[in-house]
C-alpha cells in the first residue's frame, strides 16, 4: 500500500500505513483532524494550519508528513 495525500484548503497531510506504529499520538492529539472512525479518516481542515502541523511532528514513526504545496 502506498503513502496517500489528504489535500486540506491550507496544508496537505500524507499518510504511510506500512511505516506506521499505530501510537495513536495523532488521534488522542489532534481528533478533529485524525479520526479513525470516519472516512477519510484524515481531514486536514478540522483545525488550524499550525495545530496540525504541531501534530504531524509528534509522529513517532514517520508515517505522518506534512507535504510541500506546488509554488
Do not use: N
Not at 478540522?46 to 510541500?68: D, F, M, T, Y
Amino acid at each position: 500500500m502506498a503513502r496517500k495525500s489528504y489535500e486540506g484548503r491550507d496544508v496537505t497531510v500524507s499518510f504511510d500505513p506500512e511505516v506506521c506504529q499505530h501510537s495513536g499520538t495523532c488521534v488522542r492529539g489532534l481528533a478533529a483532524v485524525f479520526d479513525t472512525g470516519r472516512s477519510p479518516w484524515i481531514t486536514p481542515d478540522g483545525a488550524g494550519a499550525e495545530a496540525v502541523v504541531a501534530q504531524v511532528a509528534k509522529c513517532p514513526s514517520g508515517a505522518l508528513r506534512i507535504e510541500a504545496r506546488p509554488t
